[in-house]
């Protein structure tokens, strides 16, 4: 009954000067908003990474040519191998690194030399000039790469209309074409089905016989702006890609392991084969790089909780900014009810009375702005998507919600404190003769 008291009390003096007390609980509303609008972009960064992927695919080593750090998790732009892998390789000799060839995908396909293995898919990128053509459009920037069949369930890329490469395109080495949603949507907008038409990369007539479904991820690898075509085309036709030892060169080597458990093992067994068919012996460096898709996760998401915490301190700057508006608003409130609070000891208020009272108003001021900046932070993460384009989604969870509202309790009976104790060590007599 005393708490439901001081609250109403509370109430009844923010009333009475209605614009300072909007004021005061503006910057506790900018600062929730934002420690909510921040920590949004956060995870909504850190979902599209884990989206990414996933869709290719968690139980995926991606192997390509080039000194690594010498182990699964190493190389240029992926996240660094462990420790124990890097020392283990600190003291051996660099050696040309050697391409990766269709032998090399043979030997890794034979589950007597590499255990656990469901598929293996190569691929071979072609360097493409003009873009691709189409009647009078054109699409540039466009990746195009040679595939095998494989390379659909590996890489989870079921063609939303048509058909994949097949085997007898590969073996035929046919111009064929699969083509990604942006590069469909560039040249077919205004023509309707691509199916059974043709397009020029190169100079070279491409059936298209299949359409990627939209994934709308961007970057590097995009599958939205790529076209497939059959390996042995891209090797042969399109490109040349030359041969190495009797065998037709690679740029790299996608392997999907039967289990999450079974990853570093596999990467182990690759590793070995390798090594041995790469001639490296025990005194040369790795020539190849493995990349572990869920290692590639994992650092994904120590990446996006760093950016989340650095967001959510930003947005914890404002809102201690809006606690300091609080005590001083609170100090003014103190003064000006000197002869109150000098009334109420007279009539026999006690100093935690006193002090409650002023440490209720301050929490109240608090929490009205923390409820008032929910919404206003949950109107602004709704909204960021949509005025920033690269901004895929934003995610406001529970957490968050609890912690933006906790933060503002605890400002407002952290910065409360000093003036209801100020206003609880008054003296009666002294507080009644104020002026």
């Given amino acids: 009954m005393q708490l439901w008291e001081s609250i109403q009390i509370a109430l009844r003096a923010l009333t009475i000067n209605k614009l300072r007390t909007i004021l005061t609980m503006l910057g506790i509303i900018i600062g929730v908003a934002a420690v909510i609008a921040l920590i949004s972009i956060g995870n909504g960064v850190r979902q599209s990474m884990n989206e990414q992927f996933t869709s290719l695919g968690t139980n995926l080593l991606t192997i390509s040519s080039g000194q690594g750090r010498g182990g699964p998790g190493g190389g240029p732009g992926g996240p660094p191998g462990s420790q124990e892998e890097d020392e283990s390789q600190a003291d051996l000799k660099e050696k040309a690194a050697e391409p990766l060839t269709m032998k090399d995908v043979e030997a890794l396909s034979d589950p007597a030399q590499v255990f656990h293995v469901v598929a293996v898919a190569p691929t071979y990128n072609v360097n493409i000039s003009g873009g691709i053509i189409y009647e009078q459009e054109q699409a540039t920037g466009v990746t195009v790469t040679g595939v ?41 907008e205004t023509y309707g089905s691509p199916l059974g038409e043709s397009v020029r990369i190169n100079g070279i007539s491409f059936e298209v016989i299949g359409v990627l479904p939209e994934s709308g ?130 009539v026999g208020a006690k100093r935690r009375d006193i002090l409650m009272q002023f440490l209720v108003e301050a929490m109240v001021i608090s929490l009205i702005g923390g409820f008032m900046g929910i919404g206003v932070g949950y109107g602004i993460s709704l909204s960021l998507p949509v005025m920033i384009s690269a901004l895929r989604s934003t995610v406001v969870t529970p957490e968050s919600i609890l912690l933006a509202t906790g933060f503002s309790a605890a400002i407002g009976l952290f910065f409360g404190v000093y003036p209801a104790t100020r206003a609880a060590r008054l003296r009666p007599i002294e507080a009644l003769r104020y002026e």
Wanted: no cysteine; net charge negative; hydrophobic share 40%.
């Fill in 148 to 188: 095998t069949p494989n390379y659909e369930t590996v890489r989870n890329l079921t063609p939303e209309v048509g058909q994949f490469i097949s085997q007898d395109h590969e073996e035929q080495r046919a111009r064929v074409a699969v083509l990604g949603y942006e590069v469909a949507q560039k040249l077919f």
């Fill in 217 to 346: 991820q961007g970057g590097f690898g995009n599958p939205d702006n790529t076209v497939l075509v059959p390996l042995s085309t891209a090797q042969t036709r399109l490109g040349k890609s030359g041969a190495f030892r009797g065998s037709l060169i690679v740029s790299s080597i996608y392997v999907e392991v039967d289990s999450q458990g079974n990853m570093d093992a596999t990467s182990d067994e690759i590793t070995a084969v390798l090594r041995e068919r790469h001639r490296l012996g025990t005194e040369y460096k790795n020539d190849f790089t493995i990349q572990n898709q869920a290692q590639l996760l994992e650092f994904g998401n120590t990446m996006a909780t760093t950016l989340t915490a650095f967001l959510g301190s930003i947005a914890g700057v404002s809102l201690l900014v809006g606690g300091i508006g609080v005590m001083n608003i609170m100090l003014v409130s103190v003064t000006e009810r000197t002869r109150e609070i000098g009334i109420r000891k007279a």
